[in-house]
């Protein structure tokens, strides 16, 4: 079995793997991996893929469109008179309570999701105040169109035991989806610990306020 590089490579892996070359098996794969890609997002610690963005505020309007691939943000942080201020995240029904009539204006102080593509900020701004937004941005997902991302260049054994996880339960061979989810379970560990590893450098011990200062507790402590 050839190594694991891109979409194409992860895709004979799988079929070589089980042995299966039917065509209601194949045709199954980019659902398997597109499953196993959201997994991988919501159960990882990805700081690699953490990115800023930054631009300025439009006068009197309360909307800005998020970056693209936005999924959530780790600050939103407005220059106000020379000062960063980091805006609070709230509900929108919240935004609106608080300050219900959008015309007037004023330095802002939250924003909250509107959409799945813009955020709304309140106060509307009076000024087209400068913004820095760090975020997660989840990456373009694997396809015959995309050969290659984040998951397959960096930790394509967690990517490749979750979409053999999937295969195994979409053909009803519950013991192999059992082994294979022990595989992945294992390998989305070792990762996470890895991860956490990056939060430090060598001149710091790692730290939980929930228990013991050591690796495996800090990553069950998250």
Same mark, same amino acid.
């Given at each position: 079995?050839?190594?694991?590089?891109?979409?194409? &490579?992860?895709?004979?892996?799988?079929?070589?793997?089980?042995?299966?070359?039917?065509?209601?098996?194949?045709?199954?794969? #980019?659902?398997?991996?597109?499953?196993?890609?959201?997994?991988?997002?919501?159960?990882?610690?990805?700081?690699?893929?953490?990115?800023?963005?930054?631009?300025?505020?439009?006068? =009197?309007?309360?909307?800005?469109?998020? #970056?693209?691939?936005?999924?959530?943000?780790?600050?939103?942080?407005?220059?106000?008179?020379?000062?960063?201020?980091?805006?609070?995240?709230?509900?929108?029904? +919240?935004?609106?309570?608080?300050?219900?009539?959008? &015309?007037?204006?004023?330095?802002?102080? +939250?924003?909250?999701? *509107? !959409?799945?593509?813009?955020? /709304?900020?309140? #106060?509307?701004?009076?000024?087209?105040?400068?913004?820095?937004?760090? *975020?997660?941005?989840?990456?373009?997902?694997?396809?015959?169109?995309?050969? !290659?991302? +984040?998951?397959?260049?960096?930790?394509?054994?967690?990517?490749?035991?979750?979409?053999?996880?999937?295969?195994? /339960?979409?053909?009803?061979?519950?013991?192999?989806?059992?082994?294979?989810?022990?595989? +992945? =379970?294992?390998?989305?560990?070792?990762?996470?610990?890895?991860?956490?590893?990056?939060?430090?450098?060598?001149?710091?011990?790692?730290?939980?306020?929930?228990? #013991?200062?050591?690796?495996?507790?800090?990553?069950?402590?998250?």
């Amino acid at each position: 079995m050839a190594s694991i590089t891109t979409y194409a &490579t992860l895709v004979q892996a799988v079929i070589d793997t089980a042995e299966d070359d039917s065509t209601e098996f194949a045709a199954y794969i #980019p659902t398997a991996i597109d499953l196993a890609e959201e997994r991988l997002f919501k159960e990882l610690e990805l700081f690699d893929l953490e990115t800023k963005v930054t631009g300025a505020l439009t006068i =009197n309007s309360f909307m800005l469109d998020k #970056p693209t691939g936005y999924k959530y943000a780790n600050y939103f942080k407005v220059n106000i008179s020379g000062s960063d201020r980091i805006l609070e995240k709230k509900r929108e029904d +919240y935004l609106i309570d608080y300050w219900p009539n959008t &015309t007037v204006a004023d330095a802002p102080k +939250y924003y909250a999701d *509107y !959409s799945a593509t813009q955020f /709304r900020i309140t #106060p509307t701004p009076n000024l087209g105040y400068t913004y820095e937004i760090k *975020y997660t941005k989840q990456p373009t997902k694997l396809s015959t169109t995309n050969s !290659s991302n +984040y998951f397959v260049e960096q930790c394509k054994d967690v990517l490749f035991f979750a979409t053999m996880m999937e295969q195994a /339960r979409f053909m009803k061979a519950w013991s192999q989806a059992t082994a294979w989810e022990d595989q +992945y =379970n294992k390998a989305r560990d070792a990762w996470n610990i890895n991860s956490v590893r990056q939060k430090r450098d060598d001149g710091q011990k790692p730290s939980n306020p929930q228990g #013991p200062n050591d690796l495996n507790n800090a990553v069950k402590g998250q």
